[in-house]
C-alpha cells in the first residue's frame, strides 16, 4: 500500500485492526488462471487504491488465488487477509465446492490455507455454516454441532495459527451462541433489496461484530433480485451521476457503521468504481428513499 494512510469507505475494525470499509473479495481471480500476471497486477492496483483488507479461501480456484495473495502481497502493505473454512474444492463434482464441516476437516482447511497464502497466521478464518443460503441439503455427517467447530477454531487460534473468528452463512441463534467464543466478522447475503438478516446487523452493532455481506448488489444466484435493478437505485444514480452498483454499496456503507464490503471483481475499471464508491454522499432524503425500498 502507498504511504497515503487515506482508506477507501474510511476506517473500520475488523480482527483487532484498522482497515478500509472498502475491501476486496478475490473469488473472481480465479477467471485469470491464464494470466496471472494481470491477476497479480489487479492486487497490486487494490492496495494501490488504499484498500487492506482482501477476503479469499483455499477454495478459490483450489489455491490458485490463495497463490495470487501470496505473490502481490508484500509485509509492507500491512494488509489484512481473510480467507474461510467449512467448504473445499469439490474437483470433478456437479458443484465446484462441497461441504467440509467436521472438525477434522476445518483444521485441514486452515492448514491448507496457510500453505498456499505462505503464512504463519491468517488473521481472520470465517467459519462457513450452511444455517442460511448453503441451496442444497448437507450430507448426514456434515452436520456438525456450531459448538464443536468453534472449539477447533478456538484451539488454532490458541496455537497463533488464527488471529481472529469470523462467521458465515449463519443464523441468528448461531451468532448469538458463538458470540462468547469472540467473533469479529459476521458474512452473510445482504442488500438494500435483500434484509433479511437485519436483526443480525443490529445484534453485531450492539457487540462491536464487523458486517461484511457478501452479494451486496444481489443477483448471484436464481431469485435474488439485482440492486441495479431497482428503479429507486436508477434514479439516484442518475441524480447523482454514478452507477447504480456505486449507489448499492455506498448505501451499505451508510446503512451501518460497522458495514465493511469486499465487492469482488477481475477488472481493474469495476475495481476502481467500487473504491470509488466510498466518496458517494447519500443526503438524508436520498437515504429515506432507498431505506424505503421493499426487501424482498
Known sequence: MTTDVRRPGGPGFLGGRVVSRIGYGAMQLARLRDDRAAAVTLLRRALDLGVDHLDTAQVYGNGYVNGLLRAAIDPADHAVVSTKVGIAANPGGKQPMRPAQRPAELRVGVEDNLRSLGAEQIAVVNLRRMDVGAGFPLPRDQVVDLEDQLAVLMALRDAGKIGAIGLSGVDFDGLRRAIPAGITCVQNSYSVLTRDHEDMLKLSEAEGIAWV????????????????????????????????????????????????????????????????????????????????????
Open 213 to 296: 455481506p457478501y452479494y451486496p448488489l444481489g443477483g448471484a444466484t436464481p431469485g435474488v433480485p439485482k440492486v441495479t435493478d431497482d428503479p429507486v437505485v436508477r434514479d439516484t444514480a442518475r441524480a447523482l451521476n454514478v452507477s447504480t452498483a456505486q449507489v448499492g454499496l455506498a448505501w451499505l456503507l451508510r446503512h451501518s457503521p460497522n458495514t465493511l464490503l469486499i465487492p469482488g471483481t477481475s477488472d481493474a475499471g469495476h475495481l476502481a468504481a467500487n473504491v470509488a464508491a466510498g466518496d458517494i454522499l447519500l443526503d438524508d432524503a436520498t437515504l429515506a428513499a432507498l431505506d424505503a425500498v421493499a426487501p424482498a
